[in-house]
Structures are given as structure tokens and as C-alpha cells.
């Protein structure tokens, strides 16, 4: 029989593996939570999860995104399948406007049966430098090729860390050709990396924006090119949003945002700047940070955290 002991030092190695400062990273599941002592940071849907009502049809079933966002007191800033727009997601980055081989799937509006993402496998979890992260692969499919084929594999690298004041979640989002063809993206309004706030802040007067430049009408802060961008709103009560920072080593950087009208919608989507492809062989590489915090925008902080964000190469 095997001495107990060293058993149990092996089963702590294991869990100190995946822990960093009070932070863990853990599947349960059909989703990654990374936590910070017992509050919720995120939630990360690996597999497709369930669908949230019965009359949703099949082809909207869908993993690899962030399925929740929490602030440090416990306020969930975004939506999943919201009822207007049920395609919508956390934190998701598809292309909606796309030509390959000839044809034109739409990983975007996944009701209209053109394409889809999926997820494939999540890699290990790691903890440094008071941080944990892990790495999660996704597959972009055309459905209009018969028989499907995959046009694109996605690599998301995302680490989480928090001071107690703000969650800070940083996602490294790499985009390789499946095959020999490119996929290109025509000039559009939408496609790339889009969040969807909670939805209490549905309606134009609930969802507040501020930008790096000062801009808070949120038709202006549409097609604006901007570092950073805070969304936010009230939640139970409270304000929460978060402040979503484009790094400048992106394509386009700043790169065009695109803010829905009426619906907590916000999108980086390089692709306003005219029309772009992604080449076999070179790799798209896409960096941002979300910093989650309670309260109003603060744009001094907001400035200097875009300032540190810049100094990462």
C-alpha cells in the first residue's frame, strides 16, 4: 500500500497549480470559472451549453465565449442569448461579413444556418505572477460548403487577476487559416471582438458610454476609433460596467467601434477601416484588456491603465 503522504502533497501540487494570490481556475462542467477567493470573476463556456428556453432553435447552441463578467461586488455586467438579439453573448469575437472560396458564411448571425464557431479543447490552467489563465481553442465552420469545412482556427489566451477593486481580464485572440484559402472581410459595420452589456442596461437611456477622446453620446461613440471605451449601467441599483482597452500593436489600432442604437452593444471592428484578409501562414493577432469595476467611469484611471496596457509588447 502507497504511503498516504505523498499522495497528498501530489494532490496539492495539483490545486496550487491552478491558484495564484486567492485565484483559481477551475472546470466544472461545461465551463471554466476563475474566481478570486469565493467571488466570481468569469465564467468561460468551453462545450455548447444548454439553451436558456425551449422555443430557441438548435443552430443557436454555441460554446467558446465568456458566458458571464462579474464586478469585484458581485454585479454581473453582461447578458447571454438576450431575447433581442439571442446570437449575442459576453464576450465573443466572430466575423459576420466574410468570403471564402468563392462563398460567404456569416459566423455572426448563427440563425441563419451560413456558419458557426466551435469549441474544440481547453488546454491547461496556469498560475503566475498573481495571475491564472488558460488557453481555450475554437473552430470557425462554413455551413454553406458542402460538406462543411473549417475556414479558420482561433486560439483565446486569457488570464484574470484583481485587486479587490478591479477584475482585469486579458484575452490574446489568435486567428490561423484552416486551409490554403483565405478568408476575407469585406468592409462592415460589425464582426470581431463584441460584448453584450447586462440587460437592465437595454433601452438608449440605460447603457452609458465613455471614451478615451471624452465621447458619451453613443452615436458618436459609434465608428469612433478609440483606445479604450468604458460601458456601463445600473445593476440592482448600483453602477458597474466595464472599460474595454484595445491594444495599439492591433490591426487598425485604435480600432472602430461599433455601439448598437438602443441595445448594450459594443464591438471593436477593424474591418470599418475598409476591407482586410486573413492570409495562410500569417496569423491574425488581435490583444485586449477588460478591466471590471464598480462605480462610475473614471477616465484618469482609465487613461493610465490604457498607458500601462501600451507598455506590454
Known sequence: MKPLLPLLLATVAICNAHAA???????????????????????YQAEAGELPRKDIKEVFRRGGYIESLFSPAGKRVNDDFPPNHIHHHGIWS???????????????NMGDGKGRVDFVSLGDTWAKDGKVGFQAKHRFVDMTAKPEKAALLETWDLSAESDGKRNIIDLVITQTCATDSPLKLPEYHYGGLGFRGNRAWDGAANCKFLTASGITDRLKVNGAREPWC?????????TCGLTILCHPSNFRAPQPIRVHPTEPFFCYAPQQGGAMEIEPGKPYIARYRIIVTDGEADPAAAAKWAEDYAAIK
Not at 477551475?26 to 469565493?38: L, P, Y
Not at 468604458?230 to 448600483?238: I, K, M, P, R
Request: avoid cysteine; hydrophobic fraction near 30%; aromatic fraction near 10%.
Open 21 to 43: 494570490e486567492g485565484l483559481t481556475a477551475t472546470k466544472e462542467g461545461s465551463q471554466m470559472i476563475i474566481r478570486s477567493g469565493k467571488r466570481e470573476i468569469l465564467r
Open 94 to 108: 466572430p466575423w459576420t461579413k466574410t468570403e471564402f472560396e468563392g462563398r460567404q458564411p456569416d459566423f455572426w
Open 230 to 238: 468604458w460601458v456601463g449601467g445600473t445593476v440592482d441599483g448600483s
